[in-house]
């Protein structure tokens, strides 16, 4: 399970979820278990800890 350390970083890996890129430019969180979106960041960057689809 991930952990938050309170320094600006994750310790560990988001299981069972991936992130990709919306065509807005947004990065979007999906559940791989069952493919639903399930989040959308618009403050810019990319999620921590969360690994990334397709590259």
């Known amino acids: 399970m991930a952990k ?3 320094n600006n ?6 299981r069972d ?3 990709t ?3 807005n430019g947004n990065a979007v ?6 493919g639903q979106f399930t ?4 403050s810019g960057g990319d999620f921590k800890g969360v ?3 397709g590259k």
């Open 4 to 6: 938050n350390t309170g």
């Open 29 to 34: 969180e999906r559940n791989t278990t069952n």
């Open 39 to 42: 989040n959308q960041k618009t």
């Open 9 to 14: 970083y994750r310790r560990g890996e988001v």
């Open 17 to 19: 979820r991936s992130q």
């Open 21 to 23: 890129h919306a065509p």
């Open 51 to 53: 690994r990334h689809e």
